[in-house]
T-cell receptor, first 111, second 115 residues
C-alpha cells in the first residue's frame, strides 16, 4: 500500500550546522509533498511544501528538494538554531487521496 | 481567522464512560480526519471523511466512531473508553480532490487520559 519512509528518526546537530531529513514514497501518483514541524505538546504546523512540477523550493533557511524519478524528497535546514528543535514530519499526497505521513524525525539543535 | 477548533484541550475520564471530542473548521473544507499520536508511533489515522455523510476507517479505527452530519463538524466519539485510548488526538481538515490539493490544517489537540 501507500507508504512514506522517513530517516533518520533522530538527528542531533550543533547550532549553526545544517540538518537534512530524507523521505521516500511508494505511490508514484503522489504529487504534493508537505513538511510539518511539531514542537512539544503542540499541533503539527506546515513549514514548507512542494508540488511535483517543481524540483526545489526555498524559504529563508529551509529548502525542500524532490526527485520524482527516485521518489525521494528531502528537507534541508541551514544555519540551525535551538528553536529549530522539534519533530519534523514529511508527507505525500495524490489527487483524491489523503496525506500519508512519515514516522517523524526528532531534531535536536545543541547550542 | 481560518482555523480548526477542537474541544476539550484536556480530558481525564474513567473507563467505560462515553465521551465526545468535538472538531469544527471554518474553511469550508470537504476533507476532515482524526489522528492519534503516541510516543514513537507518529501520527496514526483513526477515521476520515471526504464530505458530508461520507466517512471511512483509517489505520486504527477500533474503539472509535465518527459522524459527519454537517460540513464544518466532525466529532470523535469513544463509546466505552479504555486506558489504551489514552493519547494526544488531533483533528485536521483540508480541501479534497478535484481541486488543487494541499496540506492539512490541524486543531490544537486534545490530550485524553482514561483511568
Amino acid at each position: 500500500g501507500e507508504n512514506v519512509e522517513q530517516h533518520p528518526s533522530t538527528l542531533s546537530v550543533q547550532e549553526g550546522d545544517s540538518a537534512v531529513i530524507k523521505c521516500t514514497y511508494s505511490d508514484s501518483a503522489s504529487n504534493y509533498f508537505p513538511w510539518y514541524k511539531q514542537e512539544l505538546g503542540k499541533r503539527p504546523q506546515l513549514i514548507i511544501d512542494i508540488r511535483s512540477n517543481v524540483g526545489e523550493k526555498k524559504d529563508q533557511r529551509i529548502a525542500v528538494t524532490l526527485n520524482k524519478t527516485a521518489k525521494h524528497f528531502s528537507l534541508h535546514i541551514t544555519e540551525t538554531q535551538p528553536e529549530d528543535s522539534a519533530v519534523y514530519f514529511c508527507a505525500a499526497r495524490k489527487q483524491g487521496g489523503k496525506l500519508i505521513f512519515g514516522q517523524g524525525t526528532e531534531l535536536s539543535v545543541k547550542p | 481567522e481560518a482555523q480548526v477548533t477542537q474541544n476539550p484541550r484536556y480530558l481525564i475520564t474513567v473507563t467505560g464512560k462515553k465521551l465526545t471530542v468535538t472538531c469544527s473548521q471554518n474553511m469550508n473544507h470537504e476533507y476532515m480526519s482524526w489522528y492519534r499520536q503516541d510516543p514513537g508511533l507518529g501520527l496514526r489515522q483513526i477515521y476520515y471523511s471526504m464530505n458530508v455523510e461520507v466517512t471511512d476507517k483509517g489505520d486504527v479505527p477500533e474503539g472509535y466512531k465518527v459522524s459527519r452530519k454537517e460540513k464544518r463538524n466532525f466529532p470523535l466519539i469513544l463509546e466505552s473508553p479504555s486506558p489504551n485510548q489514552t493519547s494526544l488526538y488531533f483533528c485536521a481538515s483540508s480541501l479534497a480532490s478535484g481541486r488543487q490539493i494541499g496540506g492539512y490544517t490541524f486543531g490544537s489537540g486534545t490530550r485524553l487520559t482514561v483511568v
